[in-house]
């Protein structure tokens, strides 16, 4: 069935450096692709999303890039905060339902 | 506070109990949508309507479950004859449906209701 998954289930930074959490999807039709941030306890947060007719998009201190001819989608996290700990989701989406991966937690190292 | 919100945000009941919750949308927002997440999984879709028409239920959503929408705003997801698997963090989203743009948008998550199935 489709299925999104993230490569690694746990990624450990150092407070300042860039972040870049992988995620590979399965179903070729998906046109849509977001990223969500989820806290202990809390629902996910939108972080951005991308079209599939976009290879690239670019909002505050986050960078998220599509490659469909891997099916292949990544997050970068710039100067990455305290704050930015959490757990990070991959979604994709070819009827609106969104259909998430496993999830990366994010450890920011002081 | 304009978010999507979820009551109750806790919910412990016995095995066999009936159990309502409740979301509301972020306002005219014409999509809401139900999912279930469980510890260390992500989240997976249960249903989702279109104003007041409930237009995909997953095959998650056995004949327990039943949602509703009645006047395309707030939604409630009951679960009859709750079981121990049933516990888990439900969570609704909804987005924005927008005449003449894109068929789907981002979704925008409430807090979540834990429920717990002793």
């Known amino acids: 069935g489709e299925s999104v998954g993230l490569h690694l289930p746990t990624l450990s930074v150092q407070e300042g450096d860039n972040s870049i959490i992988n995620c590979a999807y399965s179903n070729s039709a998906s046109d849509y692709f977001i990223w969500y941030k989820q806290e202990s306890g809390k629902g996910p947060q939108f972080i951005i999303d991308i079209r599939s007719n976009m290879d690239k998009r670019q909002g505050q201190r986050v960078t998220v890039l599509l490659n469909k001819t891997v099916k292949h989608l990544s997050l970068q996290i710039a100067a990455t905060q305290p704050g930015d700990s959490a757990v990070y989701f991959c979604a994709e989406s070819s009827t609106g339902k969104l259909i998430f991966g496993q999830g990366t937690t994010l450890q920011v190292k002081p | 506070d304009t978010g999507v919100s979820q009551n109750p945000r806790h919910k412990i009941t016995k095995r066999g109990q009936n159990v309502t919750f409740r979301c509301d949308p972020i306002?005219?927002?014409?999509?809401l949508y139900w999912y279930r997440q469980t510890l260390g999984q992500g989240p997976e879709f249960l249903t989702y309507?279109?104003?007041?028409?409930?237009?995909?239920k997953s095959r998650l959503l056995s004949d327990r479950f039943s949602a509703e929408r009645p006047k395309g705003s707030f939604s409630t997801l009951e679960i009859q004859r709750t079981e121990q698997g049933d516990s888990a963090m439900y969570l609704c989203?909804?987005?924005?449906?927008?005449?003449?743009?894109?068929?789907?948008?981002?979704?925008?998550f409430g807090p979540g209701t834990r429920l717990t199935v002793l």
């Open positions: 989203a909804s987005s924005a449906l927008r005449s003449g743009g894109a068929p789907y948008n981002e979704q925008f």
């Open positions: 309507f279109q104003n007041e028409a409930q237009l995909e």
């Open positions: 306002s005219e927002h014409n999509r």
